[in-house]
């Protein structure tokens, strides 16, 4: 088990940075605006918490990409659905067994990090996005690292990083943590708005 509450928090304080000019602004995940990522962590946040709680959620007619129109109360939803995040993988039960997701099962540990890592990336977005500095909890980016390094599959199989992210960026010997583990996500951990379409 590791405490959600760091990257929750994190979250949370970058979602209220954001200004209401700026949910228009491109962000590093392809095509994405920043509303279409806060939406994005408000609908991962009920998805991964009622996973943590082995009670899937009905799955969406059509494809789940994420509204480029947020409710009128998000900036009071997503502080919400982010610590209800945090609390159900606080319950040693949300380990046991398997989770469901979106459709998907896995083992609860595996979905936890899953978890965490949209949590993380997202979070990192928003913030590379509205001009923000991000502080990612040391222990929860090596969580990450190691589980995405991990990733390489058995032959004949795609890994899962693959699977769920763009191709691996180069990083130099010396990039952080946090650097690296973006990096694995298909993430240009230099990124910044205007640099790039």
């Known amino acids: 088990m590791f405490d959600f509450t760091p990257a929750t ?5 970058l979602l209220s940075g954001v200004r209401d000019e700026q949910l228009g602004a491109a962000t590093p995940c392809e ?3 920043v509303v279409q990522v806060l939406d994005h962590l408000m609908g991962l946040s009920l998805a991964f918490a009622a996973g943590a709680r082995k009670t899937p959620l009905p799955m969406p007619d059509g494809p789940a990409e994420p509204s480029a129109h947020l409710p009128p109360n998000w900036r009071e939803e997503g502080p919400r659905r982010l610590a209800d995040l945090a609390a159900a993988w606080a319950d040693p039960a949300a380990w046991q067994g398997a989770a469901e997701v979106g459709g998907v099962e896995m083992p609860a540990e595996v979905c936890a990090l ?3 890592d949209e949590v993380v990336v997202h979070s ?3 913030a590379v996005a ?5 502080s990612v909890h040391p222990e929860l980016a090596a969580r990450l690292h190691e589980f995405w390094s991990s990733q390489d599959g058995d ?3 795609l890994p899962l990083r693959q699977v769920i992210f763009g191709p691996v960026v180069e990083m130099p010997g010396e990039a952080s943590v946090l650097e690296r583990t973006l990096a694995l996500t298909g993430r ?3 990124w910044r708005p205007g640099l790039r379409p």
């Open 114 to 116: 899953v978890a965490l």
């Open 31 to 33: 095509k994405w605006p």
């Open 9 to 13: 928090e994190e979250a949370t304080r």
């Open 155 to 157: 032959e004949g199989d």
């Open 124 to 126: 990192w977005d928003l």
């Open 130 to 134: 509205t001009g923000q500095a991000i």
């Open 188 to 190: 240009d951990p230099q």
